[in-house]
């Protein structure tokens, strides 16, 4: 009697099933984590304090992000969007004997196209407070009240000290 | 009679991956690339607005009872690390837990005399050079305080 013999099998190559499963469980993370193309005009540069309280902000719409970085001048550097684009913005212009004021301009022009305007102020940790409180002052000028001062979740460490990652709650 | 072709090598071909996988890594790449993965970033609220020298951050309504002020005065700590917090009440204090408590005890002693929680407003005067990371650390002592209107004044 004739044995009949099955034909071999021999696969063509890696398996690669498991590497797409990975992949795919990797793409559908960083679709679902990173922010890509929202952008509220925020400086990397800027070093946010720490808290472990405050509110997290779903919506930004109708908010204005302040960017306050410290400078040796009486003025800070602040930066914020303006149409789209990061812009530094004086306080204070003090050109050809006149002084204006870009930030309260851009503030009150905020403020008359939005409902109920929020700024947010990304200000860095180690700024003085004689430089922030310029920005507070022309928010007040504006007549905008609603301020929310951005931080970071964690914890402050005493100077000289590393970071340490937040209490988890 | 014999079968040809029956011990020839069968290859499992099967739909061809390669593509799928060039396609998925190019946007795993991407996606790494162009998104921003920053810390959770915590707002802290306020709706005072600054108080200027004698006056009132925002502008009273009709009718509007002005709120009590606790002020707390913070300077710079003298070797320039860290700060110095007092106020009314408030002994001199270098730390935020420490002013904590006391302001928890603040507003009992409020409570207990019959002022409520949102009648009150504590008020933070820095000095110039004051950092803004020890306003912070003072302002969240404030908030866990339970504190509900907590406000900056111009600087002295």
């Known amino acids: 009697m004739k044995k009949h013999v099955m034909p071999e099998m021999k696969e063509g190559g890696v398996n690669v099933t498991p590497l797409i499963d990975i992949v795919m469980c990797l793409i559908i993370f960083f679709m679902l984590v990173a922010k890509i193309g929202v952008t509220r005009g925020d400086l990397k540069s800027v070093v946010l304090p720490k808290t472990i309280l405050g509110k997290e902000l ?7 992000t302040l960017n306050v970085l410290p400078t040796n001048l009486d003025d800070p550097q602040v930066t914020t969007l303006v149409d789209g684009q990061p812009r530094d913005i ?12 870009p930030l309260l301009r851009i503030l009150k022009e905020f403020k008359a196209t939005h409902t109920d305007p929020k700024v947010i102020i990304r200000a860095d940790k180690d700024l003085a407070y004689s430089q922030l409180e310029s920005v507070l002052l022309s928010c007040a000028d504006a007549e905008i009240t609603n301020v929310a001062y951005e931080t970071k979740e964690g914890k402050e460490t005493p100077e000289g000290q590393n970071d340490t990652p937040a209490p988890q709650q | 009679m014999k079968v040809k072709g029956a011990k020839k090598v069968h290859y499992d071909s099967g739909p061809n991956m390669t593509p799928l996988v060039d396609v998925v890594m190019v946007i795993l790449i991407f ?30 309504k009709p009718g509007e009872v002005p709120d009590i002020n ?6 710079n700590a003298h070797d320039g690390v860290g700060f110095v917090a007092q106020g009314t009440g408030i002994p001199p204090t270098a730390d935020a837990d420490h002013l904590e408590e006391v302001l928890v005890s603040r507003l009992k002693q409020f409570n207990d005399a019959g002022t409520k929680t ?3 407003q504590v008020v933070l ?32």
């Open chain 2, 70 to 75: 606790l002020d707390i005065h913070i300077d």
């Open chain 1, 58 to 64: 779903k919506d930004f719409s109708n908010t204005l």
């Open chain 1, 90 to 101: 004086k306080i204070f212009d003090r050109m050809g004997g006149q002084t204006d004021q």
């Open chain 2, 118 to 120: 949102d009648q009150l």
């Open chain 2, 125 to 156: 005067y820095p000095g110039r050079h004051v950092k803004y990371k020890y306003l912070i650390a003072i302002y969240q002592a404030a908030m866990q305080a339970k504190f509900e209107k907590i406000a900056f004044a111009t600087s002295h």
């Open chain 2, 31 to 60: 996606l790494m690339l162009a998104g921003s993965f920053g810390g959770v970033s915590r707002f802290l609220m306020s709706k005072q607005g600054i108080k200027t020298s004698g006056g009132h951050g925002r502008p009273l």
